[in-house]
């Protein structure tokens, strides 16, 4: 069956970095697109990254672009969040899911990222 599960978060001080890692199983992962997001207290989840199946293309949320970087390695069956100069409002429960067309067919269970002094 297929799973995604997310490791890497925790907390870290505002201008610090995190790399997520998402490892994924039961499907063939080369041929799907991948995405991170992630929810805040209180406030919807959020597209924050996506790559496409060959890692040739990628897109990010306003909020993230020059800070976040996503990639993939095929090889490894896993998709990386890497994330810099993080700010308070970073913080969320972030989840990687695969792309399926239009939408987002299987989730992560999450991992928490908390920002603070």
């Known amino acids: 069956q297929v799973q995604l599960v997310e490791s890497g978060g925790g907390s870290v001080q505002p201008g610090g970095s995190l790399r997520l890692s998402c490892a994924a199983s039961g499907f063939t992962f080369s041929t799907y697109g991948m995405s991170w997001h992630r929810q805040a207290p209180g406030k919807e989840r959020e597209l924050v990254a996506s790559i496409s199946s060959g890692g040739f293309s990628t897109n990010y949320a306003d909020s993230v672009k020059g800070r976040f970087a996503i990639s993939r390695d095929n090889a490894k069956n896993t998709v990386y969040l890497e994330m810099n100069s993080l700010k308070p409002e970073d913080t969320a429960v972030y989840y990687c899911?695969?792309?399926?067309?239009?939408?987002?067919?299987?989730w992560g269970q999450g991992t928490q990222v908390t920002v603070s002094s």
């Open positions: 899911a695969r792309r399926f067309r239009l939408w987002y067919d299987y």
